[in-house]
């Protein structure tokens, strides 16, 4: 329907337009042909003076409208130390451009008015004019100098890598189809090796566990950084061309597929301050930038205002295929201390989702953060036990201590748990406990007593080799006598097999 109707329309154009062209033909038989050429030739020469004048109107106010919205103006100042810089230059490039702009359409276009055909009027041929090459070669030859000049010098700051000692946060950011996948550091400031042949559905960005510098690496769902501090990103994409754009802080960088590139910022303004500089009111009180104050949802005028809700974003500045948008995440500029309280707050992808999982290389050893968690655990148990008045709490499980098989002998991981029992003792000389071994119900119940004997032996000799004295502790076996869940169950037989102690005295 819509297409005939259009057909329709284009033909009736078409009759209209071959009508006026007979109409005119007609006229000038009538009036003659010299009259009506001179007649066309001023009207397209007045023409031309009033496109001159509403082209350059146009120009002008909407360029004057929209300033505010523009990146480098009013409130969209540069967030970042090197945005001025390129700020900078795109203010001279548009001033020079600008001008030139502005002074050949007011020439093309009065030319065109005063140069109007008219009756027994000439050409002039000029076939050469040196001065006029040497003009139009040499001004251009020279501000172009000094933009090229101006703006290598500013690509070479921009551009510059930091220095191996130089205090940097390193952080990771890798394009796929259709997100960013972020890395932090964690504690040690360093990102772990990588490898794109380690790449599972569990290890999405191949990291290689092995290397430790990975153990406290976390992916965060956002960015976020602290205000004044120097930001490398390392940027890398793992299926196509992307393009890693933070447009309030001028840094756009490619992510390319199998050649890693990087950025170098320092945020200048936080979240707050630029929400606060969009949101500001002029010396009469009322707001700068009234469109800052709309509110978010134009339904509900209780909604916050645009500059309240305001977020500094990273985008993919590549069309990387069909969800390329949904790439946008947010970044949020904090002071030192909220980014100090927020990464607090991040647990490493490590712990929580390769720990103890098949693809655990270090199932045999224990990090720090593990180590000063199970001795906080511990003291805190200990303590507990200290203060109650009840005799049934005074007893405490070794639960970190085990065995091999069959054996009396303690695994390499027990060691940890046992230290903290030292050093329990070494700071508390009135200390003695009873430590007691226990089994489950497997097997004979001789061998299990012999068993749980050996067992609470074996750390009453570890206690006692680090120094203790053997007058402080005594060992004894319990075997299956005494379980403390059911023996039904492997979960049940689990708890049963176990080395706790009591405490026996206390200072
Ligand atoms: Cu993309």
Known sequence: MTALLAILCIALITVIVVQIGRVTELASKIRGEEEVQAKTNRAQANYSLLFLIVFLL????????????????????????HGGLLDYMFNITLFFTGVVFVITQIALFYFAYKYQGKKGGKAEFISHNNKLEVIWTAI??????????????????????VSPDEEVIE???TGYQFAWHLRYPGADGKLGARDYRLTTSTNPLGQDWKDEKNIDDFHPSEIVLPVGQKVRVRILARDVLHNFYLPHFRVKMDAVPGMPTHFVFTPKLTTEEYRQNLGVLGSDGLPKYPEWHEPVDPADPDSPKRYEDFNYEL?????????????????????????????????????????????????????????????????????????????????????????????????????????????????????????????????????NLELSEQRAQSVYSYVTGKGIDASRLTATGYGETRPVATNDTEEGREQNRRVEFKIAQQG
């Open 171 to 173: 952080i990771e950011a």
């Open 315 to 447: 985008a993919c500045a590549e069309l990387c295929g069909t969800g390329h948008y949904a790439m946008r995440r947010i970044v949020r500029i904090v002071s030192e201390e909220e980014y100090k309280q927020w990464l607090s707050e991040q647990q490493s992808y490590y712990m929580s989702s390769i720990r103890n999982t098949e693809d655990d290389p270090w199932t045999d050893k224990l990090f720090d953060v593990e180590i000063q968690q199970r001795t906080q655990e511990f003291n805190d148990k200990l303590e507990q036990a200290l203060s109650s008045a009840n005799e049934a709490d005074k007893v405490i499980e070794l639960e970190h201590v085990s065995f091999k098989t069959n054996s009396a002998e303690l695994t390499a991981l027990s060691r940890y748990q046992l230290d903290n029992l030292v050093a329990a003792m070494n700071n508390n000389a009135g200390l003695s406990i009873d430590i007691m071994g226990h089994t489950d119900n497997t097997g004979e119940p001789e061998y």
């Open 58 to 81: 146009a120009t002008i106010i909407s360029a004057g409208y929209y300033k505010d919205s523009m990146l480098w103006y009013g409130p969209h100042e540069a967030a970042s130390e």
């Open 140 to 161: 251009p030859a020279v501000v172009m100098t000094f933009l090229v000049i101006g703006g290598l010098d500013a690509w070479n700051e921009v551009m510059a890598d």
